[in-house]
């Protein structure tokens, strides 16, 4: 299984990004999707999850209602729209995957999450 981020860079506060994962080698049918983020120094933390179906969504409260989470099942593909970036999202954002629906990411051990992406690297200026 294989996780490729992309759409990472440097934006001015108040800007959008849109970050892609690409997931390849096998069949993603009844897994979860997602984006954890790490700052310099912090520990990696959730963002947001998707299930399968798109039935089940979650954010983390502090970027609800300006990032959006997505998916599309057919090109196995990722996505994660950000806007209205703060400096405080600068952050490695690495797309996760694993078994089930995904409600429990939010406060489920990191080491426990399946299959990871390489990350990709957002910085918002001031």
């Known amino acids: 299984v294989q996780l490729q981020a992309s759409g990472g860079g440097l934006v001015q506060a108040g800007g959008s990004l849109r970050l892609s994962c690409a997931a390849s080698?096998?069949?993603?049918?009844?897994?979860?999707m997602g984006w954890f983020r790490q700052a310099p120094g912090q520990e990696r933390e959730f963002v947001a999850v998707i299930s399968w179906t798109g039935d089940t969504i979650i954010y983390a409260d502090s970027v609800k209602g300006r990032f959006t989470i997505s998916r599309d099942n057919y090109k196995n593909n990722l996505y994660l729209q950000m806007n209205s970036l703060k400096p405080e999202d600068t952050a490695i954002y690495y797309c996760a995957s694993h078994v089930g629906t995904g409600k429990t990411w939010p406060t489920r051990e990191t080491s426990s999450i399946q299959h990871w992406g390489q990350g990709t690297q957002v910085t918002v200026s001031s």
């Open positions: 080698g096998r069949t993603f049918s009844s897994y979860a």
